[in-house]
């Protein structure tokens, strides 16, 4: 018998629900992936071999990429569609590891360690909800998405002193990290993905200029990591706003406020060293 078009075009639909539904989800591999960076990173900071760093940053890539493709809504087809989602989680992993293996030491890396994996994983579902702005969650998983990425970007920002790198290298590993972060905050706010790397690149020069400016300046470690940090999120949150028209005077002056607060406190450091 036949089948009518008018039963043929019911029926497709729900067969497209059906096959989306059974797309297989691995968000259930987050905790899996944290207890892969947790051994990973405590072997690197236990060890202090590069390579192994090195395995675990590009393991954590691959995980996530994975897990956020797999989203019911996700329309990934490349790694250049991915990329946006992968920034914080491969940075971070770079940024805990060093900072970890250079400021922690004895029984405190335990705690360090956990801590790290929890954040990781915190990040991981983060990004898998951001995906989908209408989902319940979303503004929470921004919100862990944002801390994360200043976290990262001061782990970065003090490493550069702690390994006393070079003045032309650190100026271009401040600016690219800041700019490969600042695309995580700008993701939600600007929709055209090349505006949005314009506005990013502008933040990495910045902060580049910042860390050549502060080798003239008697600002070292924890306190030039926080004076770095406070132009990151800043210039970030600014921009930020405006492109999402929320910037008005009570966000200025909210902005103006932590500015005030962490020179204060970079400052009041560095009298008191």
């Given at each position: 018998m036949a089948t009518s078009p008018t039963l043929e075009r019911s029926v497709s639909p729900l067969q497209g629900s059906a096959s989306q539904a059974r797309k297989p989800s691995r968000l259930g591999r987050i905790p899996l992936l944290c207890i892969v960076f947790g051994v990973g990173l405590a072997t690197f900071v236990g060890t202090d071999r590069a390579w192994i760093l090195l395995v675990l940053t590009a393991a954590m890539g691959l995980g996530a990429d994975?897990?956020?493709?797999?989203h019911p809504r996700a329309d990934f087809h490349t790694i250049a569609d991915t990329a946006p989602y992968l920034f914080v989680p491969v940075l971070f992993t770079m940024s805990a590891g060093l900072f970890l293996e250079d400021v922690i030491l004895g029984y405190w890396q335990i705690p360090a360690v956990a801590g790290a994996s929890v954040l990781m994983g915190a990040a991981l579902y983060a990004e898998h909800v951001s995906i989908?702005?209408?989902?319940?969650?979303?503004?929470?998983?921004?919100?862990?998405?944002?801390?994360?990425?200043?976290?990262?970007?001061?782990?970065?920002?003090?490493?550069?002193?702690?390994?006393?790198?070079?003045?032309?290298?650190?100026a271009f590993t401040v600016g690219m990290v800041s700019m490969l972060l600042s695309i995580e905050v700008f993701r939600e706010a600007e929709a055209d993905p090349i505006r949005?790397?314009?506005?990013?690149?502008?933040?990495?020069?910045?902060l580049g200029e910042a860390r050549w400016v502060l080798y003239f300046i008697p600002l070292e470690g924890f306190l030039a990591g926080v004076f770095l940090l406070l132009i990151f999120y800043l210039t970030t949150g600014v921009i930020s706003h405006y492109l999402t028209e929320h910037l008005d005077r009570t966000v200025l002056m909210e902005f103006a406020l932590v500015t005030a607060v962490g020179l204060a406190i970079v400052v009041g450091g560095r009298v008191l060293a």
């Open positions: 994975g897990i956020l493709r797999s989908e702005p209408e989902h319940p969650t979303f503004p929470l998983a921004r919100f862990i998405l944002n801390v994360v990425t200043y976290l990262t970007a001061f782990g970065f920002y003090a490493v550069v002193y702690g390994f006393d790198v070079d003045l032309v290298p650190a949005a790397l314009v506005f990013a690149a502008v933040i990495g020069v910045i």
